[in-house]
Structure formats: C-alpha cells, structure tokens
Nanobody
Framework: QVQLVESGGGLVQPGGSLSLSCATS????????IGWFRQAPGKEREGVSC????????YFADSVKGRFTISRDDSQKTIYLHTTNLRFGDSGTYYC?????????????????WGPGTQVTVSS
C-alpha cells in the first residue's frame, strides 16, 4: 500500500527552524520524484521543493531559496524538508506527494498519493 505521511510541523517564531519529514512506504524512491507543497488558507497549493529519483534537489520556490533545503534518507525511506529563518508567509499546511516524471515542481501537476499534511504556523 502506497503511503506518504508528513510530520514535524508546529508553532515557531519568525526566524525559527523546523525539519519536516515525509515518511514513505509501498514503493521505491528510485522511481519517483517527491515534492513538498504548502497551502495557506484561501490560497492554492504551491510547490515548495522537490527531489529527483536520483536523490537530487530539482526545485525550490523563489520564496524559500537560501532558507529551505531538501534531502532524502534511503534507509529510512524518508524525505526531509529543512526550513530555516521562517517567515509569517511560510505558514500553512505542508504536504508531500509523488510523481513519476522528473523535473521541477512549481505546481501539483502530475503529483498524487498525497499525505494528510502537517501544519506549520509562524507566529510571534
């Protein structure tokens, strides 16, 4: 059974950091691009970052470049989104999903098997 489950969200002050995890099961990471997305209330879900089948970062949204990194632990079958210097605009529900095609991930096209999401709230 294919599953992606996010964790690691929470309440953090501006300038703080969080490491989000996307635990996967039921499929091989070597065959799928994994993307991180976020959605704020009243806004569309947007691509944040994604990592290729080979485990290489292939996309960062302009708003997170230099602040977020993405990595993959094959032994744990988990993809991490490391966030630093968080801003109010980073608040939202963060999701991970998979796509067979490689390439950047500015939107949700082609992605499926969505996890339930993890909430990130940046507040003072």
């Amino acid at each position: 059974q294919v599953q992606l489950v996010e964790s690691g969200g929470g309440l953090v002050q501006p300038g703080g950091s969080l490491s989000l995890s996307c635990a996967t099961s039921g499929f091989g990471l070597d065959y799928w691009t994994i993307g991180w997305f976020r959605q704020a209330p009243g806004k569309e879900r947007e691509g944040v970052s994604c990592i290729s089948k080979r485990g290489e970062p292939t996309y960062f949204a302009d708003s997170v470049k230099g602040r977020f990194t993405i990595s993959r632990d094959d032994s744990q079958k988990t993809i991490y989104l490391h966030t630093t210097n968080l801003r109010f605009g980073d608040s939202g529900t963060y999701y991970c999903a998979r796509r067979f095609r490689d390439g950047p991930c500015p939107d949700t096209e082609g992605f499926g098997s969505w996890g339930p999401g993890t909430q990130v709230t940046v507040s003072s």
